[in-house]
């Protein structure tokens, strides 16, 4: 299973960005994919999850800005990032759970996309 992640990149605080998740590769049934994010010298922190049944959690600190959704036709996942604020610069990974053709579950993660919020 193979992640490809984009949307990233440099906006003024109040701003908006969406990133977007693509999975591909032999991913038979995904569970789960969610977004984290690492500030710098910080650990890597869940920000949103949505599941293969559309249950959805979104980390306090993002609740009411960001919102995740998915195009499961498409095997991707987004997050629209609105309102966006200094504290918000991470890089941002998405990640992906679930169980291949053959039974084996996995759990991959993408290759990480900045996100800077400055003026």
């Known amino acids: 299973v193979q992640l490809q992640a984009s949307g990233g990149g440099l906006v003024q605080p109040g701003g908006s960005l969406r990133l977007s998740c693509t999975a591909s590769?032999?991913?038979?049934?995904?569970?789960?994919m969610s977004w984290y994010r690492q500030p710098p010298g910080k650990q890597r922190r869940l920000v949103a999850v949505?599941?293969?049944?559309?249950?959805?959690n979104i980390a306090d600190s993002v609740k009411g800005r960001f919102t995740i959704s998915r195009d499961t036709a498409k095997n991707t996942v987004y997050l629209q990032m609105n309102n966006l604020k200094p504290e918000d610069t991470a890089v941002y990974y998405c990640?992906?759970?679930?169980?291949?053709?053959?039974?084996?579950?996995?759990?991959?993660w993408g290759q990480g996309t900045q996100v800077t919020v400055s003026s």
């Open positions: 590769g032999s991913i038979g049934t995904i569970i789960g």
């Open positions: 949505i599941t293969n049944d559309d249950v959805i």
């Open positions: 990640n992906v759970d679930g169980e291949d053709p053959w039974g084996t579950e996995y759990d991959y």
